[in-house]
């Protein structure tokens, strides 16, 4: 086979052109977006698997992606993903468990009426 110049090419040096570049050996490392993108289902139901209350759980999941974010530089890839990211849900939620507002507060549909306060309603008429 000869080249556009008229020079020999042998076989090793088409078949070299044609295969796929290798890898590169460092791969990029994955961004909070990407890890939100590719496993945010994955965080939502494992704090809702673990406890965490409907009402906390974005709260709590804005928590855990502010870990990821400053932690992921220490995921080495040896593991999957989600075991990585569920390690950092647990100890999250088990934190959020460990507050002192979070086991007093009860949430209540109304305020309850206080029975020592008298109506006062009937009292007020319109003139």
């Given at each position: 086979?000869?080249?556009?110049t008229g020079s020999a090419?042998?076989?090793?040096?088409?078949?070299?052109?044609?295969?796929?570049?290798?890898?590169?050996?460092?791969?990029?490392?994955?961004?909070?977006?990407?890890?939100?993108?590719?496993?945010?289902?994955?965080?939502?139901?494992?704090?809702?698997?673990?406890g965490v209350r409907d009402?906390?759980?974005?709260d709590v999941l804005q928590?855990?992606?502010?870990?990821?974010?400053?932690?992921?530089?220490?995921?080495?890839?040896?593991?999957?993903?989600?075991?990585?990211?569920?390690?950092?849900?647990?100890?999250?939620?088990?934190?959020?468990?460990?507050?002192?507002?979070?086991?007093?507060?009860?949430?209540?549909?109304?305020?309850?009426?206080?029975?020592?306060?008298?109506?006062?309603?009937?009292?007020?008429?319109?003139?």
């Amino acid at each position: 086979m000869t080249t556009p110049t008229g020079s020999a090419q042998s076989s090793d040096d088409v078949s070299r052109a044609l295969d796929p570049p290798p890898p590169d050996p460092t791969p990029a490392r994955p961004n909070v977006t990407t890890v939100y993108q590719a496993h945010g289902d994955f965080l939502w139901v494992t704090l809702q698997r673990l406890g965490v209350r409907d009402a906390d759980r974005d709260d709590v999941l804005q928590e855990v992606l502010v870990v990821v974010h400053r932690r992921l530089h220490t995921f080495d890839g040896r593991g999957p993903m989600a075991a990585w990211l569920f390690g950092v849900c647990f100890r999250v939620a088990a934190a959020h468990r460990r507050r002192a507002y979070v086991r007093r507060e009860q949430l209540w549909g109304s305020v309850p009426e206080d029975p020592r306060r008298p109506d006062i309603r009937p009292t007020l008429r319109r003139h």
